[in-house]
């Protein structure tokens, strides 16, 4: 079922759980509010929010290179206490997060970090391009919002799907640790180095090349 903004703005001030598993929530929920918070709540996804608020400034700066060293990532992803930093649980997740990064090849984090003058453009395209398929201009609007929606899973981080599990983004993976180790973790930047970049070369298919080599 089609989900109301307003609902899912409510809900997330609710429950302090992300956009996206607001909105899964009530449309698993048929738009019930009070079965949403329920269901955030089993899943662990309202606890964590309490816990997203905390301070972290511990954790691990990780590195992921691709076989043949055509790929390399570094990612920084922190949590409250050098304890947890050090738990194999931890560990595990900023491995998992490094390699979705070389594979999926995310821009920002999140989408605050798309800088407003890139979504104009974007908008700007996208908005010429509805009305070249001969859309009416009173609903070219609601597409471009749609597209840029799709413009965010496709580049930002938390909102792409995780390669190792279609079911879940970033995010709701990292609400998810959250909740099972009891801290706030946070991922905070990343970069990723591909040899040849911005250069002609033959395109590969990375998802499926990085994710050969994790299978072996």
């Known amino acids: ?37 329920e269901f955030l709540r089993e899943k662990g996804l309202a606890a964590s929010a309490k816990k997203a608020g905390r301070i972290a400034t511990e954790g691990v700066v990780e590195s992921y290179i691709h076989a043949g060293g055509r790929i390399g990532v570094l ?5 409250e206490t050098d304890f947890v930093a050090l738990t194999d649980q931890f560990k595990e997740f ?11 090849s995310p821009r920002y984090v999140r989408r605050e970090d798309v800088p407003a003058e890139e979504i104009e453009k974007e908008k700007e395209i996208l908005k010429a391009q509805a009305l070249n398929e001969g859309k009416p201009e009173k609903i070219v ?3 471009v919002e749609g597209r ?13 799907t995780f390669v190792k599990d ?15 180790i009891g801290e ?20 590969d298919n990375f998802v499926e090349e990085v994710m050969s080599q994790v299978n072996q």
Not at 6 to 20: D, H, I, N, S, Y
Not at 148 to 153: C, D, G, M, Q, R
């Open 184 to 203: 706030n973790i946070s991922i905070r930047r990343f970069v990723r180095y591909e040899l040849g970049e911005g250069l002609e070369k033959k395109v």
């Open 94 to 104: 900023v491995r998992d997060i490094a390699l979705h990064i070389a594979a999926s």
């Open 166 to 180: 279609p079911d879940k983004t970033i995010a709701t993976l990292l609400n998810e640790k959250i909740a099972t």
């Open 75 to 79: 990612v920084e992803v922190n949590c």
């Open 1 to 37: 079922m089609a989900v109301d903004a307003k609902a899912v703005k409510e809900l997330r001030e609710k429950t302090g759980a992300g956009m996206l598993d607001c909105k899964k929530a009530l449309e698993e929920m048929n738009g019930d509010i009070e079965k949403a918070i």
């Open 141 to 143: 609007e609601k597409m």
């Open 148 to 160: 840029i929606s799709k413009y965010y899973e496709e580049y930002c981080l938390m909102e792409q």
